[in-house]
């Protein structure tokens, strides 16, 4: 059979491409950053472009090769975007790590990429060091005209490499395409996505650390949208300041910093005059927040659901427009569910067996993903991380228990290693931890199983109590009634001072089961 070929531009989808884009179509549109010396620093899509130039140049005189990996240990601030661009766009691998992360982390993740060249965030260059072959990075571009041409690269080149957060054994690496990523920029900024123009002021509180912050960078300059950059400040009253001073209309993060945020702006008094939409992730947003940013201040909260593996969008909750005439609790009920998938990703559930399961709201299986911006594999490993689903082969695992309504909603009940089974049935962590956010003396709180010689499994609950609070374990467990079926509540309630969480936020449940390996719930004996 003949095949007849359409006749269009062969022209690939580069990161370099995005840069470009922003600095021809959206020049002097500004990229503000609180710098980790302090003050603001202010310049514009034009001038990262240049920068990002002169990286490359200095790239090349370093002797640099196209495929090496270049680490940074940095915050969100400009010089990060024009190292996001400059070692991309010239072939070169952008590797980010968490510099929240222990040093031992931080040199196994750096040996296990073979990073060739680590760029670091600080105030200024000290007066000596021990380090070999420091160099200052404005200095070091400034030797360079920025006269540069992008090369033009495959495709499928190997553009930024992400560690997962490594919550049980060592992280693994998710290697993004220069294809992958531009194509997640789209579908991110879709209007049933993150619904990005360049009429936005974004303000990314999720770390260029953590997956790319989300791909707003890239989907900031294909939309030739302000950016705003915070640097290492994310209390609540340095975000408070950037959020109205640079008039930011959208912003992205995980629950725990919003938490901060608004607790700042509910001692005080304040309001927003331009914040209008976020998007929240990471982590399932507790429903009482989302009730408070969209009740209290006004703001639309879009949860999202992704991973590292997914570059990481997958899900985001927008309403379609037949759920307009529902009334308000089943609305928000949607609202607080992970979402539909946007174009680019498929997705579905199943057992363990691998037979797909109904879209029906309340069948809970394992969810699988797949397409052009999930990874195939990981970095360095030649073994397959792929299932089928009904024998067909070529869906990522995600490790999520969840269930999908029949409009596509997705509801993760909880992560497969976190769920509780009692007595053959499962109990959702996710949806205990959301009662237990909402009562006015809980801080924050999780839950694990204990073992149960009954039941094999049953929940406890770990609160830690809001500054000057007091709440009892009755008190706690009474909360419960009515909110879910008896059987699910809680055995016993521990309250601690403080949580474990990852270094991008997550709770940290692996530590809290280690914690309270040995503790015996009431109803044990």
């Not at 931080?106 to 060739?116: L, T």
């Not at 174009?343 to 797949?370: C, H």
């Not at 997550?506 to 015996?520: G, P």
Request: glycine content about 8%.
């Amino acid at each position: 059979m003949t095949v007849l070929m359409g006749q269009m531009m062969n022209m690939p989808l580069t990161v370099s491409s995005l840069i470009r884009h922003a600095a021809r179509h959206a020049g002097d549109v500004e990229i503000v950053s609180r710098r980790c010396e302090g003050d603001i620093h202010r310049s514009n899509w034009a001038e990262v472009h240049e920068r990002a130039r002169q990286l490359a140049q200095a790239l090349e005189a370093l002797a640099v090769r196209p495929g090496e990996r270049v680490a940074t240990l940095a915050w969100n601030g400009h010089r990060h975007v024009e190292i996001y661009y400059g070692v991309s766009g010239s072939g070169r691998i952008c590797h980010t790590i968490n510099p929240r992360l222990f040093p031992e982390q931080i040199e196994w993740i750096a040996n296990d990429a073979e990073d060739a060249v680590l760029m670091g965030h600080r105030g200024e260059m000290p007066a000596s060091t021990s380090v070999p072959d420091l160099l200052c990075f404005d200095d070091l571009l400034a030797r360079h005209d920025g006269r540069y041409d992008w090369p033009e690269l495959d495709e499928q080149t190997a553009a930024t490499l992400c560690y997962t957060s490594g919550t049980t054994g060592n992280p693994k690496g998710a290697l993004y395409s220069h294809r992958s990523i531009v194509l997640h920029s789209y579908g991110a900024a879709l209007p049933d996505a993150m619904n990005c123009s360049t009429r936005d002021v974004i303000l990314p509180i999720v770390p260029m650390f953590h997956v790319n912050a989300w791909g707003l960078p890239y989907t900031a300059a294909m939309t030739g949208a302000k950016l705003v950059m915070p640097g290492p400040f994310l209390d609540g009253a340095s975000l408070y300041d950037l959020f109205e001073s640079e008039k930011v209309t959208f912003s992205a993060g995980v629950p725990t910093v919003w938490l901060g945020l608004l607790n700042h702006m509910k001692a005080n008094g304040l309001k927003f005059s331009t914040f209008k939409r976020t998007v929240i992730g990471g982590s399932a947003c507790p429903p009482a927040m989302m009730k408070s940013l969209q009740q209290d201040y006004g703001i639309e909260v879009i949860h999202a659901w992704g991973m590292t593996e997914l570059s990481p969008l997958g899900t985001l909750s927008k309403l379609q427009s037949k759920h307009e005439g529902l009334p308000a609790e089943r609305k928000q009920r949607l609202l607080q569910s992970q979402g539909r998938v946007i174009f680019g990703i498929d997705m579905a559930i199943i057992d363990d067996e691998g037979r797909s399961l109904p879209w029906d709201g309340t069948s809970a299986g394992n969810l699988v993903v797949r397409g052009p911006w999930v990874i195939s594999s990981y970095f360095k490993s030649k073994d397959s991380p792929l299932v089928s689903v009904d024998g067909e082969p070529g869906w990522f695992p995600t490790g999520d228990v969840a269930a999908i309504d029949a409009d596509g909603f997705m509801f993760i009940t909880d992560r497969s290693k976190d769920v509780i089974k009692s007595g053959g049935e499962w109990i959702s962590s996710i949806e205990l931890e959301n009662i237990a956010i909402a009562h006015p003396s809980v801080h924050e709180a999780a839950v694990i199983a204990c073992r149960h010689p009954k039941w094999d499994e049953r929940p406890l609950l770990v609160v830690v109590p809001k500054p000057g609070a007091t709440v009892s374990r009755e008190e706690l467990l009474r909360f419960f009634d009515g909110k879910i079926a008896k059987w699910q509540i809680p055995d016993d309630v521990a309250i601690v001072a403080e949580l474990p969480h990852t270094a991008t936020g997550k709770l940290q449940k692996l530590r809290l089961r280690e914690q309270f390996r040995d503790h015996v719930l009431p109803t044990a004996g």
